[in-house]
């Protein structure tokens, strides 16, 4: 496993906000977050390989059986692929993206973030046959559920992570407003914050809209009512003229 | 309810991030969560298998039947741990009567089925709403997230039949195998002997087992779930935002406030921008070019000089680390939609197979021929492993007999002289004293050439004709036989005397040598 980034070690201290988050940092300096995926969204995506595979072996058997003991032959090769190399294959050339995983939105990473390679995709798969014990997945469910980062046991003995996709998130449109200045620094969380009002307008109600920009105008030096239109222009004025 | 106190990060999530949130927490309160669980849910257990212990089956039916109520409790530790006010598990037991009365009789009934029971428990238990107010919270909260709220349940059944059927393989396992095989016969036997309620009551209790590990994470998946959602209608993580800058910025304001009648008070001067503190921003009037303008001119590092050398320092290592890499590539590398051509290609791959497959169908024996072909490939792996490791497998693999016949090939002639035992006579030492008179040449000839043969033949030195005699001498002295050794470097040294520069031995050595040669070798036939 490549060892290239390293884990911020200590685990949260139990006053730590719980969160979902793995923060990795590289020898660059850059922190990568990883949304590591838990056990229903993983079980959906093995749900949708099963059917995948169960649908391929179906069809080609049919197909294959009608080619006599040829078919039989060819069926026994297939079978050993789809069983054993369907998730390693779509795993490393496939960006860590069976089609199940990929349906759901989930893709397989080492520990660090890299993309997953042969080595780790075969252990965590063929570990497959300690998570099953004794039955049906018990032993992997229970690890999934005890583990940091919502590990099996294949991915423990494999430093492999089920994470979710970063999908490119489309710009929301904002309230209209004209752009501000705003009259005091703000961090980048706080300027975050403001963005968000004005983005997320729309899932908001007005009542709740007006509650929320209330707590700002004593900074702000407008009335409650005001605060709002006032808001909306600070973040127009942040976003620039992009 | 205060959200600054709140135990986990609060920020809009995917459901399905939701849900594992709901995790998380359920596993930080994991030991108190499964104690309260089964502190309530085994003694109910054992109370309806007292009641129906001749209905194993409707038992088991009644129990699954109060989940919901069991859920509560759960609910409750979880919504007063999520501000950090976590009960203790005397707390939780006393609070749950009180926790069961709102709403208990539509949870166990209409309720029961509807797939997205854990999302809408908070709403029914932690909101306090009645009536028409509460169908309309439904209706809001389930806009979105529902989707996930009913996948958590279909997982969850799932996920409980898994647990409880690994708990009851498990426990099959471990059984002594000549007990499980009575328990067959018996129950082949006798279905109806009745002694196997007990039985059935066992794996009742299994599955109240595996309720204690999944119920309290599919409460907390809810709760997170519903958590979610209220962040995401209310914009819970905007108002905790709002709130710090309020709080930081409260003080602040009032100092700025002060600071201003101050200066308004006083005349005004020419130095008061250059020390207004720099938690203001400047306005854009006074600072033309922003940022990149000069600064600090009246002094000897200026903001330029202090830039520069800013920027000499990135560029250099350890910051900066550039490579040129050469090499070579295709001119034409063209960007291919890699998921589009790989389904295509696939399908033309299948489309191809199953043609041919049709083809070689109307050939007779053909899978005989793929049969042979195989197994051809297979043998031919095989021998080419054989043939790539056939030095490694004579080395390790053949005996040591074997392996000396074959590595030694015994030269017959040495410096000229004729070694092979059948060119000597067979006293050697009587020959040498019948000859050492007459012709002492031939006679330390046949000694020398009688002992390369033994040694040859006996003692096995791997002796070629490229040695001189010094170095066959290096090779008896690595056999460590003092006496041989002492002979061998006697005998060579009158040989070479002999043969070399024509000296004569002494008359003395001739006994010395055939002495010698009897006590080393005796008479026998060396062969």
Request: hydrophobic share 45%; aromatic share 10%; glycine share 8%.
């Amino acid at each position: 496993m490549p060892s290239t980034a390293v884990r911020h070690a200590p685990p949260a201290p139990p006053t730590a906000p719980l969160d979902t988050r793995l923060r990795i940092e590289t020898p660059e300096g850059i922190d990568l977050i990883l949304r590591p995926a838990s056990l229903v969204p993983r079980a959906l995506a093995f749900t949708i390989d099963l059917a995948i595979r169960g649908l391929i072996l179906g069809v080609m058997f049919v197909l294959l059986f009608t080619l006599g003991q040829f078919g039989m032959g060819l069926g026994a090769i297939l079978m050993f692929l789809v069983t054993w190399w369907y998730m390693v294959l779509f795993e490393v050339l496939n960006q860590g993206r069976s089609p199940g995983k990929q349906i759901i939105g989930l893709r397989v990473v080492h520990d660090d973030g890299t993309p997953v390679g042969w080595g780790a995709s075969l252990t965590r798969n063929l570990l497959r046959f300690a998570d099953i014990l004794p039955f049906g997945y018990t032993l992997g469910i229970l690890s999934c559920l005890n583990s940091r980062g919502f590990k099996r046991l294949g991915d423990i003995a494999a430093g492999t992570l089920v994470i979710y996709r970063d999908r490119s998130a489309e710009r929301p449109p904002l309230a209209a407003a004209e752009p501000l200045r705003a009259p005091f620094a703000m961090n980048l969380e706080e300027q975050r914050a403001l963005l968000e009002f004005a983005e997320r307008q729309g899932g908001l109600s007005a009542a709740r809209r007006t509650e929320l920009a209330a707590i700002l105008a004593e900074p702000l030096g407008v009335s409650p009512e005001q605060a709002e239109a006032r808001i909306n222009g600070i973040a127009h004025g942040l976003l620039g003229s992009a | 309810m205060r959200l600054t106190d709140a135990s986990v990060a609060i920020r809009p999530r995917s459901a399905w991030e939701a849900l594992d949130l709901g995790v998380l927490l359920a596993r930080r309160h994991a030991g108190l969560l499964m104690a309260s669980w089964a502190l309530i849910s085994l003694p109910v257990l054992a109370l309806l298998t007292a009641l129906l212990w001749e209905y194993p089956s409707w038992a088991m039916f009644v129990f699954w039947l109060l989940k919901p109520a069991f859920e509560r409790l759960p609910l409750y530790i979880l919504s007063r741990a999520l501000f950090g006010d976590t009960p203790t598990l005397g707390q939780a037991l006393r609070a749950f009567p009180r926790l069961l009365k709102p709403q208990l009789i539509a949870s166990l009934t209409w309720r029961r089925l509807s797939p997205t029971r854990s999302f809408d428990l908070p709403v029914l238990q932690l909101e306090g709403l009645s009536g028409a107010a509460r169908n309309q919270r439904l209706v809001v909260l389930g806009q979105r997230d529902t989707g996930a709220a009913s996948w958590l349940t279909i997982v969850g059944v799932h996920l409980e039949m898994a647990l409880w059927l690994g708990l009851v393989t498990a426990l099959y396992m471990v059984l002594p195998q000549q007990m499980s095989i009575d328990l067959d016969w018996q129950k082949l036997i006798s279905p109806d002997a009745g002694n196997w309620l007990w039985l059935d009551h066992l794996s009742n209790l299994l599955y109240a087992l595996a309720l204690i590990v999944w119920e309290p994470v599919y409460v907390a998946c809810g709760f997170s779930l519903y958590l979610n959602r209220r962040t995401a209608l209310e914009a819970w993580d905007i108002e905790l935002v709002f709130r710090r800058i309020r709080q930081r910025l409260g003080g602040v304001a009032y100092a700025l406030l002060v600071g201003l009648g101050l200066l308004l008070v006083q005349p005004m001067e020419r130095s008061w921008a250059q020390d207004t503190p720099a938690a203001i921003c400047p306005l854009p009037e006074a600072d033309p070019l922003g940022p990149d303008a000069d600064r600090l001119q009246q002094q000897t590092l200026t903001s330029k000089a202090s830039r520069a050398a800013i920027g000499q320092l990135l560029d250099a290592p350890p910051f900066e680390n550039r490579q040129t890499v050469t090499r070579w590539r295709f001119g034409d590398d063209p960007q291919k939609d890699v998921d589009r051509g790989d389904v295509e290609s696939l399908g033309q791959l299948l489309r191809g197979l199953f043609h041919l497959a049709e083809f070689w169908k109307s050939i007779d024996g053909i899978a005989l021929f793929f049969e042979v072909l195989l197994w051809a490939a297979l043998f031919g792996l095989i021998g080419l492993l054989l043939w790539r490791y056939r030095e490694w497998l004579t080395l390790f693999a053949t005996g040591r007999e074997k392996r000396q016949r074959v590595a030694r090939e015994r030269p017959a002639v040495l410096f000229g002289l004729q070694v092979t035992p059948e060119s000597l006579p067979d006293d050697i030492a009587g020959s040498v004293e019948r000859l050492w008179d007459e012709q002492p040449r031939e006679a330390l000839g046949l000694l020398y050439r009688a002992l390369l043969s033994r040694l040859l033949g006996e003692f096995r030195l791997p002796l070629k004709s490229a040695h001189t005699e010094g170095e066959v001498l290096q090779l008896v002295e690595e056999l460590y036989q003092d006496d041989l050794s002492a002979y061998a470097s006697r005998l060579t040294r009158h040989w070479q005397n002999l043969a070399y520069g024509h000296r004569p031995p002494p008359l003395s050595s001739r006994d010395e040598l055939c002495q010698g040669w009897r006590q080393l070798f005796g008479h026998g036939v060396p062969r």
